[in-house]
């Protein structure tokens, strides 16, 4: 009986979220979404460990994985692949400001992880997530 009223609602509910979804679709070749896909899942992979090194108090250890996998360091890794498989390119312009701007904050976490300061590097752990959270916030792909 509860569930019988439970799918419906838990339907419409789905329905509604996606009738809202005001995400600016930006699409592009299958070989670039593959790439930028399988990057995104080594984002989250990377995120993750800083997290982890961050808490045991590796702080330079964080500070070096956070510049090599999301800062500078990490852009252009599909530099040297056909035009169809480099995400970047495809994307609008403003998208991939975000992108440059979440590599320009986790270079800035990087350099102050270095530093061994834990309060500060605490305090600037919300930067590495925060153009992750504004990308997809405004675009999708699909
Ligand atoms: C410039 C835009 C942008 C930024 C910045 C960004 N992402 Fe993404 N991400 C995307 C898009 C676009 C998708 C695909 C969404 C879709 O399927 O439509 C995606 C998908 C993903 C996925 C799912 C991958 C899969 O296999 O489908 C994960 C996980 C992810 N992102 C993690 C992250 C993390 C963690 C960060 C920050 C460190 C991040 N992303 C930053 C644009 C971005």
Redesign the pocket.
């Known amino acids: 009986m509860r569930s019988a009223l439970f799918l419906p609602l838990l339907l419409l509910v789905g329905a509604l979220h996606a009738a809202e979804d005001a995400r600016q679709l930006?699409p592009m070749p299958a070989a670039a979404e593959a790439n930028?896909?399988?990057e995104?899942?080594a984002?989250?992979l990377?995120?993750n460990e800083i997290l982890g090194l961050v808490a045991a108090g590796k702080l330079a250890e964080a500070g070096a994985l956070a510049e090599k996998e999301?800062g500078v360091s990490a852009m252009g890794k599909h530099r040297s692949q056909p035009f169809d498989a480099r995400p970047g390119p495809h994307?609008p312009p403003a998208?991939?400001a975000?992108?440059m701007d979440?590599h320009q904050a986790?270079s800035a976490f990087a350099r102050i992880a270095a530093t061994g300061d834990r309060e500060r590097t605490i305090a600037a752990l919300p930067s590495?997530?925060a153009?992750?959270v504004?990308?997809?916030y405004a675009?999708?792909?699909?």
């Not at 675009?139 to 699909?142: E, L, V």
């Open positions: 930006a930028l896909r399988a995104m899942r984002n989250l990377a995120l999301l994307m998208m991939h975000i992108g979440g986790a590495l997530t153009a992750c504004g990308c997809h675009y999708r792909i699909r």
